[in-house]
């Protein structure tokens, strides 16, 4: 079984028609000849803000967090959720399979205001392996069968991470980890805690949370 969403072709993609403009959304950040990136808002309405990051062109969701196209999603994240909802927190999250509750072939990333309980209760139990500065370290979380998060072992903020080249390298790192413990379906999520009187949200330690081993509850 394979985590990948079958793809019907460009007809059935809602995230390419909104893209090319055949189906209306609400824009953050309108797609153009030279962005490989577009956000716009989500029509549920699970949480305060939620928006969507949605490559341009259609790609799945592993070639979004395997190529080049992840560093300008993750500085969109960024600059998105700063804009929305940095007092408050937020989070970024993809969704892998049907196990995780992917609907959507095309790619895309959650920017979901608040920060995620389960990754504020994670207990580290046991560090897996550490390959060229990127620490895999094995948690804890009640009800989810596998939990690990991927992280630079310089000790980086969030924010250091989402908005340099180190997001490729560390997501990378997580998509090889799922081949052995998740290859079925799994979730990526990074928490970044709320602003304070002295720091930009996302000032907490560097950290990329892949959870799967089996079936998921919702996102948020």
């Known amino acids: 079984m394979s985590f990948e969403i079958p793809y019907a072709g460009i007809d059935d993609c809602i995230f390419c028609s909104i893209v090319a403009g055949d189906s209306e ?7 153009t000849s030279d962005s490989s990136i577009a956000c716009f808002h989500n029509r549920l309405k699970w949480e305060r803000v939620m928006l969507l990051i949605v490559p341009t062109v259609h790609m799945t969701q592993k070639e979004l967090w395997s190529t ?15 804009k929305h909802c940095g007092d408050e927190g937020y989070k970024a999250i993809s969704n892998f399979g049907l196990q995780a509750h992917q609907s959507q072939s095309h790619g895309h990333i959650h920017l979901v205001s608040g920060t995620s309980r389960q990754l504020q209760s994670a207990s580290m139990k046991t560090r897996l392996d ?23 072992v310089d000790k980086s903020s969030q924010r250091d991470l989402w908005e340099s080249g180190s ?16 290859p079925n379906g799994f979730r990526l999520m990074s928490n970044f805690e709320p602003a304070t009187a002295i720091d930009f949200a996302g000032s907490n330690p560097a950290g990329l949370f892949l959870l799967g081993g089996g079936k998921l509850g919702l996102y948020v």
């Not at 959304?25 to 797609?31: I, K, N, Q, R, V």
């Not at 997001?167 to 413990?181: C, D, F, R």
């Open 167 to 182: 997001i490729l390298e560390t997501s990378v790192t997580a998509l090889e980890v799922t081949k052995q413990h998740s």
């Open 130 to 152: 550490v390959q060229s500065g990127i620490a895999v370290d094995e948690y804890d979380i009640e009800e989810i069968p596998f939990v690990a998060n991927i992280s630079p």
């Open 25 to 31: 959304a609400t824009w953050e950040s309108t797609p």
């Open 68 to 82: 080049e196209v992840l560093k300008d999603a993750a500085q969109m994240a960024v600059e998105m959720g700063d």
